[in-house]
């Protein structure tokens, strides 16, 4: 038998080694603490990935706010994209759902979203909180004044 792959040297190899050892009931040679820690980083990367699409549709929505006469298709465009990338998200890991009502979440996410819009804008002076409801802005139908 080939030496076992490495988990520090080569995680794709580490991987595919512990999914066959999975598959074919090799549980004594299954690198269980390793394995737990892949399994919650999939869960941690789910919502980043919720939190970087929220932080970009935020982000849009400022600058659709404080910049009227700089609106345009690509803006449009992009809240559209991030509001379908959201929902599909949330109906594929409904777990996430709850981080939506979690305010420390929506801090971090809401500071995010203003430096973002500051980088692209030059503007700096943006509210401490999020002005808009979850539903406000998730609501398709929906853009700021």
Not at 27 to 45: C, M, N, P, R, T
Not at 110 to 125: C, F, I, N, V
Request: overall charge negative.
């Amino acid at each position: 038998m080939a030496n076992p792959a490495r988990y520090d040297e080569d995680v794709v190899a580490w991987a595919e080694e512990q999914a066959r050892h999975l598959r074919e009931g090799c549980f004594e040679l299954l690198d269980i603490q390793h394995l737990a820690e892949e399994i919650e980083d999939v869960g941690k990367s789910e919502q980043r990935e919720l939190a970087n699409r929220m932080a970009v549709l935020l982000a849009h929505l400022l600058k659709w706010q404080e910049q009227p006469g700089r609106r345009g298709a690509s803006w449009e465009i992009t809240i559209r994209n991030q509001r379908r990338g959201i929902a599909r998200r949330l109906n594929e890991t409904p777990s996430l759902r709850p981080k939506l009502e979690e305010s420390e979440w929506w801090a971090g996410v809401w500071d995010d979203a203003t430096a973002q819009a500051a980088g692209e804008t030059g503007l700096s002076d943006f509210l401490e909180t999020c002005p808009w409801t979850p539903e406000q802005v998730l609501d398709t139908a929906w853009l700021p004044k």
